[in-house]
């Protein structure tokens, strides 16, 4: 399924997961999504979040996922949120199968 924002294709679903081990962490996760949605304007299209077994997931829907990535990194980095087992991963809409952005080293990534 592709999305369409204005004539910009969004083909690619950019996962940011983060470790949630606690309603604090929770809350930093919903704090960052809600800032998330002012950096990338019209960009992208944050999509929502879920959370489940110990950890938290923001949906971005996007046509460049690496330039996304690049956008919101700086916004994860000041609020401390790019430690620890923070993922970001990519795939196309249209498959299951992800590419890890972040740790570069991280081979495996699921959406659980």
């Given at each position: 399924?592709?999305?369409t924002?204005g004539i910009v294709?969004?083909?690619?679903q950019?996962?940011?997961q983060?470790?949630?081990n606690?309603?604090?962490?929770?809350?930093?996760?919903?704090?960052?999504?809600?800032?998330l949605?002012?950096v990338l304007d019209?960009s992208?299209?944050?999509?929502g979040?879920d959370s489940?077994?110990d950890?938290?997931?923001?949906?971005?829907l996007?046509?460049?996922?690496?330039?996304?990535?690049?956008?919101?990194?700086?916004?994860?980095q000041r609020?401390?949120?790019?430690q620890g087992?923070?993922?970001?991963?990519?795939?196309?809409t249209?498959?299951?199968?992800?590419?890890?952005?972040?740790?570069e080293?991280?081979?495996?990534?699921?959406v659980?």
């Open positions: 399924m592709t999305f924002l294709k969004m083909e690619y950019l996962v940011l983060f470790a949630c606690s309603a604090e962490d929770f809350d930093s996760v919903i704090e960052a999504e809600d800032q949605v002012s019209e992208a299209i944050v999509d979040h489940g077994s950890q938290a997931n923001i949906f971005i996007t046509s460049a996922p690496i330039i996304t990535f690049n956008q919101v990194k700086g916004l994860l609020k401390g949120l790019l087992r923070f993922k970001a991963a990519y795939r196309s249209t498959c299951n199968q992800y590419t890890v952005l972040w740790p080293s991280s081979g495996e990534f699921s659980i």
